[in-house]
């Protein structure tokens, strides 16, 4: 860009000069000239320009990179700061965490299904509530599913999904989105939360909400659970 702009100025003052020196030849001549160098006083200014343009980027990249460290560094620190039981569970109910006593007073009953076998895996204390605890879901409400799943094998068990849904394709009821558990190790469990969202078209009538777990891609049957609620538009 630099060469491109010195060859155009050089080319008009070198015109106006070879044409007062020389006429129409001394015009053409001193264009040559003063295209060439044109050119190459910009291209030298342009690479100065570039050089120091490609400076202040290696430096903002290197101010970022020292940033990201510094960030992680404080993260990790901040993380092995914290004991071990505070590591447990999450007190806001956003995901899964590990479970040491629970016990609340929710709303609904669970219909168990028949036990067809002793699965490694058990669901327990399934509750629904709504946020005013009244027993029913009404319009731009949000109401919670919580459960325990229990690993009660001797053995670490892996890739565990608990699964919540609404059964009744109710359009105006979304459940947030199911979260796999990497791992349950043998004699323990995770209580889990899903958020149970009611919209502003919400109708009268009746919400069935399904909870169950798979473990490795297979559904454990004989743990499924389904809930009622009352919807209202009220």
Do not use: C, W
Request: hydrophobic share 30%; proline share 4%.
């Amino acid at each position: 860009m630099g060469a491109y702009t010195g060859g155009t100025f050089g080319s008009i003052i070198g015109s106006a000069i070879g044409g007062i020196a020389g006429g129409p030849r001394g015009s053409d001549i001193g264009t040559l000239i003063g295209i060439a160098g044109g050119a190459v006083v910009g291209a030298a200014v342009g690479a100065a320009a570039d050089n120091a343009e490609q400076q202040r980027y290696e430096a903002y990249k290197y101010e970022r990179q020292q940033s990201r460290a510094a960030r992680s560094q404080y993260d990790r620190s901040q993380y092995d700061s914290v004991q071990p039981e505070e590591k447990m569970y999450d007190e806001t109910n956003s995901g899964d965490d590990r479970l040491y006593g629970f016990d609340e007073d929710f709303n609904s009953t669970a219909t168990p299904a028949p036990s067809a076998s002793s699965p490694s895996l058990e669901i327990r204390k399934p509750r629904l509530v709504d946020m005013n605890r009244d027993g029913v879901l009404t319009r731009g409400e949000t109401a919670r599913m919580v459960f325990e799943v229990f690993n009660t094998s001797s053995e670490p068990v892996y890739r565990v999904l608990p699964l919540v849904a609404e059964i009744t394709n109710n359009r105006h009821i979304r459940i947030s989105e199911n979260v796999l558990v990497e791992s349950i190790a043998p004699g323990k469990g995770i209580r889990y939360t899903a958020t149970i969202k009611a919209d502003d078209r919400l109708k009268d009538g009746e919400a069935v909400i399904r909870i169950a777990v798979k473990q490795g891609g297979h559904e454990i049957t004989s743990q499924t659970r389904e809930f009622r609620i009352q919807t209202s538009k009220r």
